[in-house]
């Protein structure tokens, strides 16, 4: 039975949640893979130390879904205890030379081994341009990196490489492959994949339609806009909104729906 082990990173914080879920898989006597690398919280590392030891594994793969600190900066720790494990991901340059490992490039459609299973590379970009989920198909579960969070909404960085029309299109694809379970890198495993992430499909248009709608009511930029659909929100949560406003803007600039000049919109 396909049982990966949830180790938490240790990193809780208003971004991260309860932090990081990081998935081990192991198998016995044999070789093993950590999904996402943490930060290096000594905690993580000794639950990590103590389940290779129970099944008398060795750690050879460290798989990376994306190039943001919480899922990769824990990879020099793990590199100095696991002298065996290569670190792969798809490369997003600027972000990956901070953290100092030799990173190996795996890319949509690739089938890597990890635990002695077969797990189908997916490049699923929108959160981040270098995101990737990981899809083992005998257990038809999904590894979603950042692509989706149970109860919370995933932010789109758009001045950092987000897109929000890539976001929804990488949902789009994650449904069509009809999985059984998500296994998320923050929240709570996913059991009725449909339903959320159509949930969250429909979330992200019914706030196009409320950009669309504050911009026809003459408010022209990110902060006005954010104002008039996030209001009473917390104000810590507000840069983030406004990330979010300014994705939507520019997927409606995209598809010519919505121009700016100096820093003002309009339909
Ligand atoms: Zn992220």
Known sequence: MFEPLLLTAHNPSPMTGDGNNTYLLAETGGSAALIDAGVGEPAHLQAIAGALAERHARLDTVLVTHGHRDHASGAPALAVQHRAAGFA???????????????????????????????????????????????????RTL???????????????????????????????????????????HGPIVDDPRVVIAGYISHRLFRERQVEAALRAGRTTVEAIAESIYDGLAPALMPAARENVRAHLEKLADEGRASEAGGHWQP
Request: hydrophobic content about 40%.
């Open 143 to 185: 590894f979603t990196g950042d692509l989706v969070v149970r109860g919370s909404s995933v932010m789109i960085h758009s001045s950092r490489g987000g897109n929000l029309a890539q976001y929804l299109a990488s949902l789009e694809r994650l449904l069509a492959l009809g999985p059984a379970r998500l296994l998320p890198a």
């Open 89 to 139: 991901k798809l490369p997003w340059p600027e972000e990956d030379a901070q953290y100092a490992v030799a990173w190996r490039t795996i890319a949509d459609g690739d089938c890597v081994s990890a635990g002695g299973e077969p797990l189908v590379v997916l490049h699923t970009p929108g959160h981040s341009p270098d995101h990737l989920a990981f899809w083992h198909q005998p257990s």
